[in-house]
């Protein structure tokens, strides 16, 4: 093969990617069978088959069981707007949908754990310490538009009025007030987005399928360089996108 020369089953998917781009192919439109795709690319089965599968890795097209492959209807994206927490009062949603324009509700639970490595290292804790870890599923008009885990040291917390974040008589309002009552100023806030191949329990709970991907908004909060809260925000990748709004002083 010539140097910047593709390899047959990419040439192919390219070639289908763009009839599906184009809306040649339209959503639930049935694929090329294989025998067509091998007869009108002049390609062997195995380069067709391979095509097909990258048009699946894709999230392009889904296979339904003795049927057959059908272009995906792309479902319209979400913004995930994140543009910094203004005032203290910023309630759970709100920190994980920066946009005024969105509403939502959610559902959490919270219970105790000791910290795995990863999540001690993020809050600067020794590995086993106690943390207070609460999930919640974000809502909007009714549809689940993304899942948080959140982590607070309960070295921090514990034995205070907020030691839960959803009860008590802060419950709700989110990390910077909740702090706050209890003597801590946060002034930072560091996020990191990534993307990877969405858990079974994640994809089942943000109404994909196993195999999408998701994005992942890694967030901690600090309060004088300590880190008090940590937390991972998972949406599935082809629903949404995210967009920062930061001030320049």
Same mark, same amino acid.
């Given at each position: 093969?010539a /140097?910047? #020369?593709?390899? @047959?089953?990419?040439?192919? $998917?390219?070639d289908? %990617?763009? +009839?599906? &781009?184009?809306?040649?192919?339209?959503p639930?439109?049935?694929?090329?069978?294989?025998?067509?795709?091998?007869?009108?690319?002049?390609v062997?089965?195995?380069?067709?088959?391979?095509?097909?599968?990258v048009?699946?890795?894709?999230?392009?097209?889904?296979?339904?069981?003795?049927?057959?492959?059908?272009?995906?209807?792309?479902?319209?994206?979400?913004?995930?707007?994140?543009?910094?927490?203004?005032?203290?009062?910023?309630?759970p949603?709100?920190?994980?949908?920066?946009?005024?324009?969105?509403?939502?509700?959610?559902?959490?639970?919270s219970?105790?754990?000791?910290?795995?490595?990863? /999540?001690? #290292?993020?809050? @600067?804790?020794?590995?086993? $310490?106690?943390?207070? %870890?609460? +999930?919640? &599923?974000?809502?909007?008009?009714?549809?689940?538009?993304?899942?948080?885990?959140s982590?607070?040291?309960?070295?921090?917390?514990?034995?205070?009025?907020?030691?839960?974040?959803e009860?008590?008589?802060?419950?709700?309002?989110?990390?910077?007030?909740?702090?706050?009552?209890?003597?801590?100023?946060?002034?930072?806030?560091?996020?990191?987005?990534?993307?990877?191949?969405?858990?079974?329990?994640?994809?089942?709970?943000?109404?994909?399928?196993?195999?999408?991907?998701?994005?992942?908004?890694?967030?901690?909060?600090?309060?004088?360089?300590?880190?008090?809260?940590?937390?991972?925000?998972?949406?599935?990748?082809?629903?949404?996108?995210?967009?920062?709004?930061?001030?320049? %002083?």
């Amino acid at each position: 093969m010539a /140097i910047g #020369e593709q390899p @047959a089953y990419l040439r192919v $998917a390219g070639d289908l %990617r763009k +009839r599906i &781009v184009a809306g040649e192919l339209p959503p639930h439109t049935r694929l090329p069978s294989q025998a067509r795709i091998r007869e009108v690319y002049g390609v062997s089965d195995t380069v067709a088959l391979e095509a097909r599968k990258v048009l699946m890795a894709e999230g392009l097209v889904e296979g339904r069981s003795g049927s057959g492959t059908y272009v995906r209807a792309r479902p319209e994206q979400r913004t995930l707007v994140r543009s910094g927490f203004r005032g203290r009062v910023s309630t759970p949603f709100r920190q994980e949908q920066a946009d005024e324009d969105h509403r939502g509700t959610w559902e959490s639970r919270s219970e105790r754990e000791p910290a795995e490595p990863r /999540i001690a #290292e993020r809050l @600067a804790i020794t590995p086993g $310490a106690e943390v207070m %870890r609460t +999930r919640y &599923v974000f809502r909007t008009a009714g549809e689940v538009t993304m899942a948080s885990t959140s982590w607070e040291p309960l070295a921090i917390t514990g034995r205070t009025p907020v030691m839960l974040p959803e009860e008590g008589p802060l419950a709700g309002r989110g990390v910077v007030e909740r702090m706050a009552a209890i003597g801590l100023e946060v002034d930072n806030v560091a996020e990191e987005v990534t993307a990877r191949p969405g858990l079974a329990e994640e994809t089942m709970t943000l109404g994909g399928v196993p195999g999408h991907y998701v994005l992942v908004v890694s967030r901690t909060f600090y309060a004088g360089g300590r880190p008090v809260e940590t937390a991972d925000v998972v949406s599935l990748a082809d629903r949404n996108r995210v967009s920062y709004r930061l001030p320049v %002083r």
